[in-house]
């Protein structure tokens, strides 16, 4: 009785608040070994508030909490009268709480220290701006151009980069080299020209604060292939008026364009728009005005062109027309190609004709329906030729400056289905005929002989059954036999290749059976 009075005694001691002090009293060797937890966040947005809690746990009240700093100043000061309660630290996070914490509970006599907890203040992003290499961010084809992402103030940034509003990232955008808060292209193409902007982000437990910059255009320049020079001419009354055009076919503007006459630059603009430019020059019909160049400059290159005589030479001379029949794999005869040749002339205009009425004149319904121009109108192409389009064809050429200028025509030329063309059929027809005629009679001479020669041998063997009875005249059938089957032999030889031996067996029973 007395044994289970003690146990329950014992039970009710080990569950009470006083035993379990006692106990930490003893094994502490005579004060109590206190051990507070310190919880909160590691991260926090400059301006926010954070708040830390600690806890002493299994420690009897009154217990006072201290938050600590690094260098052990005191920040916070709590107590909890009624145990096992977290006691709140808040703080509003400046630039100078980045740091680590850790607080100190005391109970009974006891102190204990908390583990530490290091706070990274950040700072949001503000005034985003994009910064280039070079700047401003105009390079040619195969430079180097660097994008950096900017920021007046902020920490613990990502960054994230745009081209044309869409986000470039490593694997789907080969052509750019993301590192850090750059973007780096090595190597620029025209595709890398456009507009970029960036993003500079932080977050912290699941809030993100970012701030976008304004859009920077990236100009990739291509250098500028050598120069051309072309010129024209123009009449106005009884005055001429030269224009002497220079251009590249690849180039960005802006560039600078000077025409060049006799090695002496007469004039130069800044085309801002295309790489070309347009000069007048003094021009007169017949005389040579003097050699132009035209010459490019750009940051990096100068070109000049080939030299062009600047001569406008009147049309005139002999013109004529030449005729040319187009054929098809099979020989036939579909379309023809008339050319009109001209002796001299700068500038020429040609029109055609078709039995003294002007081919193209749009001012009636056209002659042809199945036509086309091409060389500066030097070439006529017939598509077809039918009835509607034969007939005699004849060109005839003015300076094309010159509207009331005169003409100077050429000779008519016939345009049907050639002759030869005819003629050709004609003899490839009958030479075929002929073949096939000789052929036939040759096939009939041998089919012919081989019977004749196949029944005179079937005549001997009837009547000459034993070789030794022959009839005194023998020898004389023999020789005849054999002179025979000489003359025969090519048919006989013809007919064993294209006939089976057993047609032929089967002739040489039934002649036999003949007789």
Sequence with gaps: ?????????????????????????????????????????????????????????????????????????????????????????????????????????????S?????????????????????????????????????????????????????????????????????????????????????????????VQDIRRF????????????????????YSISKEGASYHGNVTCWSTRGSPPVNISLLLDDKEMRSVTASESVAAWFPVDIVPGLDMGVARCKINTEVQELISEPVTLEVVPVGGEVKVEVEYLFRADSRLVAARLNCQISRGTFPFVSWLLNDSVLEDSRIQPLLSHYTLADHRRTLFLATLHPEEFGYYRCRVRDSYD???????????????????????????????????????VGVGCVYKMFDHKQARAHITTTNPSSDARPMSAPTSQSGAKQADTSSVDCDDLYQVYRPAEHITTLHINTTLSY
């Design 1 to 109: 009785m007395e044994h289970s009075l003690l146990r329950d005694l014992l039970f009710v001691l080990a569950g009470s608040e006083l035993f379990r002090y006692f106990l930490h009293y003893i094994v502490g060797g005579g004060s109590l070994s206190l051990r507070p937890v310190l919880t909160g966040p590691d991260m926090a947005y400059l301006g926010s508030r954070v708040v830390f809690r600690c806890i002493a746990p299994d420690s009897s009240p009154p217990i006072t909490y201290e938050l600590m700093g690094d260098s052990g100043d005191l920040i916070f000061t709590d107590t909890d009268i009624q145990g096992d309660q977290s006691v709140p630290f808040y703080l509003k996070v400046t630039a100078t709480s980045e740091g680590s914490y850790h607080c100190k509970a005391t109970a009974g006599g």
């Design 111 to 203: 102190t204990g220290v908390s583990n530490s907890i290091k706070l990274s203040v950040v700072t949001p992003a503000l005034n985003t701006r994009v910064t280039s290499e070079p700047f401003p961010p105009v390079a040619y084809e195969g430079s180097h151009i660097v994008l950096s992402c900017n920021v007046t103030r902020g920490s613990h940034l990502s960054y994230t980069w745009f081209f044309n509003r869409k986000e470039i990232t490593s694997p789907t955008s080969p052509f750019f080299h993301l590192t850090g808060n750059k973007v780096v292209m090595e190597e620029v193409t025209p595709e890398h020209a456009g507009y970029y902007y960036c993003m500079a982000w932080s977050s």
């Design 211 to 230: 701030s976008s910059s304004a859009e920077v255009q990236v100009t990739v320049k291509a250098y500028v292939s050598k120069p051309r020079v072309s």
């Design 403 to 441: 509207d009331s200028g005169p003409w100077v025509e050429s000779a008519a030329e016939l345009v049907r289905v050639p002759e030869v063309f005819i003629a050709t059929i004609e003899v490839i027809t009958i030479a075929f005929c002929c073949f096939l005629f000789l052929m036939l009679a």
